[in-house]
């Protein structure tokens, strides 16, 4: 008789419960649910502890969110009770502080993700080694130098498994060292498959105990029954084992795998006698209750010298709920650079006194709360629970706003007098520039003209609002200028604007008159608008669900005026009807001696409940063009730098994208909206799309893009519309010279972090 070889399997389970803030109920519930996990868990962990290896039980929070909020408010013995559960193991912690879309991240943001670990490793005196990404399709690149730099080895992602995950399973059971952008570090990567066995299996049938009950008490503290193997991993196993076994990609004899109830469900005390029963049974597969850097640790001593290496961004699928309350986004990256800006200028001018680091990180904190996957109730057409949590999860992006705006305001504090006519202007950025700099109608008052401190006049005009605007010139790395305020009116000589044309002698612009797009953009007696294009440079499209690009609408009834027409800048308004909204204002501004042009995309926004989304059009002319993007510590190549699995139909963007030949291209800036597409509307993809052909395999290169400002395609987690005034700001910057990494990621950062000015006290400030 010839018995066939049987792989000796080991199989690593991770107890856990998804951690999905506000999906299955409010935030309070899933945080005191969550807080009880810690509890139950440690008390499990206890009493196995006596069980066979492998049985014994240990809980993994997945993130530091539920333990951060369990020590909030913890008594010193509560306190002892988690660091002695972590040093002897029965509490596992894991690097990230909650799920957020790391593509949505600027590149300071990502180490304040990781704050907590480093944080929770001081505390406890236990070193964090893996980074558990769960739902959440995807990845930036970005992640892998800032976790190698903070002493982190592995990520274990379990993606959602079918919800608009895209290609992002053709990873699962591939294993793989990912190399950070500049090949220096890299981590282990292993996607093994979905995070929901747990809940097919088992978990489901205790999701209707949870999910939208509001009322504490009548939350389902544990899972516990009386057959422990009933309704367990067989099943699952007899699928997967066999597939991977007659794969060709996997010959590895060790699987991981998560058990999970569902989400923001309890822990499943019926685990530990569940694996002990198994493990007394069969030799094979070998059940292991483990840990994530367990598992990882396991997998890399038998297989880390035979795995691939890979670089490239695995970009993510969900940024597109983003788009949903594209308000909030836009707020958000506000903040964020708003932030940095503050914490510098409270060390340029505040050295003695240290900046206030507990409001900077509640600050950053809600910031990445508002980034975080989950943002309305799984059902968003049931009220009230779904606006109560929104209103919680919209007022993270406020108090991030009002955070750092505080602080920013903190930072000045000791410098600024009101009614000044004395102007400090700093600049937070580590090389000299110049730039605009705006004045509030109550900081310029008077004012009409603007001189140095030498009495030569400075470019200056009074707008329209009531700002007063003017150029500030070579203010010095880390340091400032001071310009005083002048009473005399300046004239309006050399005007840029006439009629619809903008012309500032570097650069001239010409709208089109019936669809209030750009049809002309000429730097440098070439024409970059490309007009053979399906899209004219910033075209309103107005698109139904799943409908073609071909049946976008674009805008109507446009009208053209002049706003400002000043020697230091001119602005064209073109205010048109526009599907989806009350309307659509879009202001195009050139100033003088600027190559780039600034454009405002005002929307007033119709609720809408049916599938939608907004486009804006830039169609170039740059023949054989390559796209380089921004990322959190890097730059994309679009599809030569971004692994097969990544999601090519929107990409998201920290500050710049930039299309370029080896003569010429374009920078391109997008301050408020972080998605775009190439070539065409495609993103135009509705429902969970599991298996879907509208996913890219491959882009072509293409000069035009698409800024993807909003949408409500999703069907649960997001909200299902938006409406108000949202505003889109853009810059775009012409070079007749090939692609400069660095001048295009200075571009960025100057449209980002502008110029910031204040009017000061005497002798508060002196130039340098």
């Known amino acids: 008789v010839t018995i066939p070889h049987e792989r000796e399997w080991t199989v690593y389970i991770y107890p856990h419960s998804h951690v999905d803030i506000g999906y299955t109920n409010t935030h309070e519930n899933v945080e005191l649910i969550h807080k009880r996990n810690l509890i139950y868990g440690i008390d499990l962990a206890k009493k196995t502890q006596n069980y066979p290896d492998g049985a014994r039980y240990l809980w993994n929070p997945e993130v530091l969110w539920p333990v951060e909020r369990y020590l909030r408010n913890a008594t010193p013995d509560q306190k002892m009770s988690i660091v002695e559960a972590v040093k002897k193991g029965w509490l596992h912690l894991d690097a990230g502080y909650v799920h957020t879309n790391t593509t949505a991240a600027a590149d300071e943001e990502l180490f304040e993700f990781f704050r907590k670990c480093s944080e929770m490793e001081k505390l406890t005196g236990m070193k964090i080694e893996t980074l558990v990404q769960v739902d959440v399709p995807g990845m930036s690149w970005g992640v892998v130098p800032v976790a190698s730099e903070m002493g982190i080895k592995y990520c274990l992602a379990m993606n959602n498994g079918s919800d608009r995950v895209g290609l992002s399973t053709d990873l699962s059971f591939k294993p793989f060292w990912w190399q950070s952008p500049d090949g220096k570090s890299k981590i282990l990567f292993f996607q093994p498959g979905s995070y929901n066995p747990g809940a097919v299996y088992k978990g489901y049938q205790f999701w209707p105990l949870m999910a939208g009950h509001t009322d504490s008490a009548t939350l389902l503290k544990i899972v516990k029954t009386d057959n422990p193997r009933a309704f367990f991993i067989d099943k699952y196993l007899d699928d997967k084992l066999p597939m991977l076994e007659n794969s060709d990609y996997y010959p590895y004899d060790i699987f991981l795998m998560s058990w999970a109830m569902a989400d923001n469900t309890p822990i499943d005390a019926d685990l530990p006698d569940a694996v002990k029963s198994w493990n007394e049974d069969y030799a094979y597969p070998h059940l292991v209750i483990a840990s994530a850097t367990q598992m990882m640790q396991a ?147 008077k004012f009409n003209s603007v001189v140095d401190l030498q009495g030569e006049c400075v470019p200056a ?232 052909p509208r996913w890219i395999r491959k882009l072509e290169p293409s000069p035009t893009i698409y800024s993807w400002a909003l949408n409500n395609h999703w069907h649960t987690n997001f909200p299902l519309s938006q409406e108000g005034i949202v505003s889109f700001r853009y810059r775009i910057l012409p070079h007749n010279t090939k692609y400069d990494a660095v001048t295009a990621n200075r571009f960025g950062l100057e449209q980002a972090q502008p110029l910031i000015a204040t009017t000061l006290k005497k002798g508060a400030v002196t130039e340098q």
Not at 373 to 390: A, E, F, G, R, V
Not at 403 to 432: C, R, Y
Not at 493 to 517: E, F, P, Y
Not at 620 to 641: A, H, M, Q, R, Y
């Open 461 to 692: 005009q009074k707008l329209s609002t009531g700002e007063l605007v003017f150029m500030a010139s070579q203010v010095p790395a880390f340091g400032s200028k001071i310009y005083i305020l002048k009473e005399h009116k300046v004239k309006n000589t050399d005007l840029i604007a006439s009629g619809r044309v903008l012309d500032n002698g570097l650069v001239k612009v010409v709208i089109d008159g019936q669809t209030g797009d750009i049809e002309s953009f000429v730097n440098g007696n070439y024409e970059f608008a490309g007009n053979i294009s399906a899209t004219l440079i910033n075209s309103y499209r107005y698109l139904h669900g799943e409908d073609s690009p071909e049946k976008a609408t674009a805008a109507k009834n446009v009208k053209i005026s002049v706003k400002e027409n000043g020697p230091l800048l001119a602005t064209l308004l073109v205010t048109s009807e526009a599907e989806g909204c009350r309307s659509l204002t879009r202001a195009i501004t050139l100033i003088s001696g600027q190559s780039h042009l600034e454009i405002v995309n005002v929307v007033d926004k119709l609720s809408v409940t049916e599938k939608e989304g907004i486009h804006f059009g830039f169609g170039f002319n740059i023949p054989s063009p390559v796209t380089k993007f921004d990322i959190p510590w890097g730059i994309v190549e679009l599809e030569k730098d971004q692994l097969a699995a990544a999601n090519r139909n929107w990409i998201a963007f920290q500050r710049w994208l930039d299309i370029s030949n080896e003569e010429r291209g374009i920078t391109f800036c997008s301050l408020d909206a972080p998605l775009f597409e190439n070539a065409t509307m495609s993103a135009n993809v509705l429902g969970g799309a599991t298996n879907s």
């Open 299 to 445: 997998f890399e001593q038998k297989y880390g010298a035979d795995l691939p290496v890979l670089s490239g961004d695995f970009t993510e699928y969900w940024t597109d709920g983003l788009g949903t309350a594209a308000k909030q986004t836009a707020m958000n990256r506000a903040s964020k650079e708003r932030l940095i800006q503050a914490e510098t200028l409270w060390s340029m001018l505040n050295p003695e006194t240290p900046a206030p680091r507990t409001e900077i990180s509640e600050a950053w904190r809600n910031i990445i709360m508002g980034t975080e996957h989950t943002w309305c109730y799984m059902d968003p057409k049931k009220q009230p629970i779904t606006n109560d949590i929104l209103k919680v999860k919209f007022g993270f992006f406020q108090k991030g706003e009002d955070i750092s705006k505080s602080v920013l305001e903190g930072s000045l504090e000791n410098v600024t007098a009101d009614g000044s006519s004395e102007i400090g202007v700093f600049n937070t950025l580590s090389w000299s520039r110049g730039g605009l700099v705006y004045l509030t109608p109550g900081q310029s008052g």
